[in-house]
């Protein structure tokens, strides 16, 4: 339940900066700030962690497992970013030009995973290793089914296992009000501290078709007068 942040400044879902999130826009005044109808505005807060946090346990995985996804066609991919993703306004990579998503997915220090249960995928988990000595968890999320089960649990022991089994010194993401309500908790008890916090404004992807309509119904449409 992360939405990423753009290659500028994109959130969740919307494909992730290398960077700490620095940008040379200035801090809003205090107050409030109009948003158009056809926009959503969204709280982003930063997170990292800089070394291996102590282990949680596993809560009873029911049939459940991590499994490297090496490969995947670029079908099934969006199927299943769609199916974590879509109650949480991600649109990215449901949207990425084959070709780009390919060289993403495709790259040899990106490292997807999917939650399974039965042969069926229920989770994602990407890990992008691309900077040196960093590894930014891109996406994680689980079908909505798992949620508050203990699935995000196993899927997270699983991300900071493979994130630290490398030569990195620091382990990062971001997520935002859009998200889960439990999230930004929820990476905190995992051992990612808070370093930064931003707005985000962009276009709402169920207004201009990129989203079917009633996707992330715990945030309203405001129609145009």
Request: aromatic residues 8%.
């Amino acid at each position: 339940m992360r939405r990423t942040i753009p290659r500028k400044l994109d959130i969740a879902g919307r494909s992730g900066s290398k960077k700490r999130m620095e940008t040379e826009n200035s801090p809003l005044s205090a107050g409030y700030h109009d948003v158009a109808p056809n926009m959503l505005a969204t709280i982003v807060t930063c997170l990292e962690m800089t070394a291996r946090p102590a282990p949680r346990a596993n809560p009873p995985t029911d049939g459940l497992t991590v499994e490297r996804w090496r490969s995947p066609s670029l079908d099934d991919y969006r199927a299943l970013y769609r199916r974590v993703g879509e109650d949480w306004l991600w649109v990215s990579r449901a949207l990425m030009a084959d070709d780009p998503l390919m060289t993403i997915i495709g790259d040899p220090a990106v490292e997807i995973y999917a939650m399974m249960r039965d042969g069926e995928r229920l989770g994602l988990l990407e890990l992008d290793f691309r900077e040196a000595g960093q590894c930014e968890l891109s996406f994680f999320g689980l079908d909505q089914s798992l949620i508050g089960a203990g699935a995000g649990r196993i899927l997270m022991n699983v991300a900071i296992d493979k994130a630290w089994e490398k030569p990195i010194s620091r382990f990062w993401v971001h997520t935002c009000h859009l998200d889960h309500p439990a999230a930004l908790a929820f990476y905190q008890r995992s051992g990612f501290t808070p370093y930064k916090r931003m707005v985000e404004i962009f276009e709402d992807p169920r207004q201009t078709g990129k989203l079917r309509a009633d996707a992330a119904q715990h945030f309203p449409i405001l129609k145009s007068e």
